[in-house]
T-cell receptor
Framework: AQSVTQLGSHVSVSEGALVLLRCNYS??????LFWYVQYPNQGLQLLLK??????LVKGINGFEAEFKKSETSFHLTKPSAHMSDAAEYFC????????????FGPGTSLSVIP | DARVTQTPRHKVTEMGQEVTMRCQPI?????VFWYRQTMMQGLELLAY????????DSGMPKDRFSAEMPDATLATLKIQPSEPRDSAVYFC?????????????FGPGTRLTVL
């Protein structure tokens, strides 16, 4: 069965510090991978998406993620955290038997300390 | 600026009452999803539709939940009768139909509290 794990339900970083949010997945076929962000009292919005090709994917707001097949990982990074980055971040993997469905991870809450 | 809209944004009801949540997907999107978000279970897919036809409702408790798309501009999720364990935030999302695993555009959610 496919699954997504996100190491660390809460991550705190100082403003200006590196942001690293971890995501590992399981899939028996080449996956599509996603990172979504949820700001308080809002719905999720897409940060970035990996389909095929280049393994380093750049997204909005300065975020990027690297697909590493050998490690079954898709970690999200940002070189310098801003206060506005404080939110919940969800990693998701495509469902093999569907062209639409994804499975979301449990989420990581990011706090940015001034 | 095209957005998914959901009504109501907040709903407080008593156990046993019927609850109806509505969603207007982005115009032109033909795939619509209903999710439930709770602290304990995270984000769970309840059901989804393509071209108004239900494709998967395996995540939905069939005895009390029902989801429909009366037309392309409206999706509804009903709970009858509601129970305290249904308290959650319910999200609707829509996606364009072409391609695979397209970006899902989420609405702001309906926060349901069942007393």
């Amino acid at each position: 069965a496919q699954s997504v794990t996100q190491l660390g339900s809460h991550v705190s970083v100082s403003e200006g510090a590196l942001v690293l949010l971890r995501c590992n997945y399981s899939s028996s076929v080449p996956p599509y991978l996603f990172w979504y962000v949820q700001y308080p009292n809002q719905g999720l919005q897409l940060l970035l998406k990996y389909t095929t090709g280049a393994t380093l994917v750049k997204g909005i707001n300065g975020f990027e993620a690297e697909f590493k097949k050998s490690e079954t990982s898709f970690h999200l990074t940002k070189p310098s955290a801003h206060m506005s980055d404080a939110a919940e971040y969800f990693c998701a993997v495509s469902v093999e038997t569907s062209y639409d469905k994804v499975i979301f991870g449990p989420g990581t809450s990011l706090s940015v300390i001034p | 600026d095209a957005r998914v809209t959901q009504t109501p944004r907040h709903k407080v009801t008593e156990m046993g009452q019927e609850v109806t949540m509505r969603c207007q997907p982005i115009l032109g999107h033909n795939t619509v999803f209903w999710y439930r978000q709770t602290m304990m279970q995270g984000l769970e897919l309840l059901a989804y539709f393509r071209n108004r036809a239900p494709l998967d409702d395996s995540g939905m408790p069939k005895d009390r939940f029902s989801a429909e798309m009366p037309d392309a501009t409206l999706a509804t999720l009903k709970i009858q009768p509601s129970e305290p364990r249904d308290s959650a935030v319910y999200f609707c999302a829509s996606a364009p139909g072409s391609g695979m695993y397209n970006e899902q555009f989420f609405g702001p959610g309906t926060r349901l509290t069942v007393l």
